[in-house]
Every structure is written in C-alpha cells, then in structure tokens.
Nanobody, 126 residues
Framework: QVQLVESGGGSVQSGGSLRLSCAAS????????MGWFRQAPGKEREGVAAMRGGGGTSYQDSVQGRFTISKDNAKNTLYLQMNSLKPEDTAMYYC????????????????????WGRGTQVTVSS
C-alpha cells in the first residue's frame, strides 16, 4: 500500500524559510510524477508545484521563484524548499503522487494524482 508521509512544517515569520519532506513507501518516486498542494482554512485546495518522473518541474505562479521542488531518489523522498515565505502561504501542505510519469503532471490538475499524504501545517506570521 502506497504511503506518503509529510514532515517539516512549522511556524515562521514572514520572509523565513522551511523545507518540507515527503517520504514515500511502496512507491518508487523516481518513476512517477509527484506534487505539492496546499489548502488554507475556508479555501479550496490549490496546486503548488509538480515534478515529473524525469525531473521536469512546474509551479503555481504565486510561488515561482520562491519555492523549489526536488527529490532524492535514493531516499525515496520529495522535498519542497520554501523561501521568502508570506502570510498568504499559510496552509496545510499535502504531498501527492501520480500513477503516471509525466501525463497530466501539473499542479493545476490535482485530479491527476492518485495518492495523498495527510499533510503538514505551515503557518507564516507577519
């Protein structure tokens, strides 16, 4: 059974940084598309970033240049480095995994991801 476990969330001040991790089990991240999504209270879930199995990446416009998605295939772990954090980045962040390597691999299509973690909370204060 595929499991995704996020960690690394916390509380930081505006302008600070955090690195989220997503450890996968029963799933080889090297082969598949993975992504990060977030949901703030009272808002719909939105995509943040996605990485294809081959390594290509895409980002939501609001995080472009501030967030970086990466992975360590040897550790079977996905990361999201978040810099220059803003209060509007406050949300529960979720890791997601697809059954495809590249098809539909975009943060704009959460429906394209079959597996989801339980999330890690990120809170940014002004």
């Amino acid at each position: 059974q595929v499991q995704l476990v996020e960690s690394g969330g916390g509380s930081v001040q505006s302008g600070g940084s955090l690195r989220l991790s997503c450890a996968a089990s029963e799933y080889a991240i090297s082969n598949y598309c993975m992504g990060w999504f977030r949901q703030a209270p009272g808002k719909e879930r939105e995509g943040v970033a996605a990485m294809r199995g081959g390594g290509g990446t895409s980002y939501q416009d609001s995080v472009q240049g501030r967030f970086t998605i990466s992975k360590d295939n040897a550790k079977n772990t996905l990361y999201l480095q978040m810099n220059s954090l803003k209060p509007e980045d406050t949300a529960m962040y979720y890791c997601a995994a697809s059954v495809y390597g590249a098809l539909g691999c975009t943060p704009q299509r959460p429906a394209g991801f079959a597996y989801w973690g339980r999330g890690t909370q990120v809170t940014v204060s002004s």
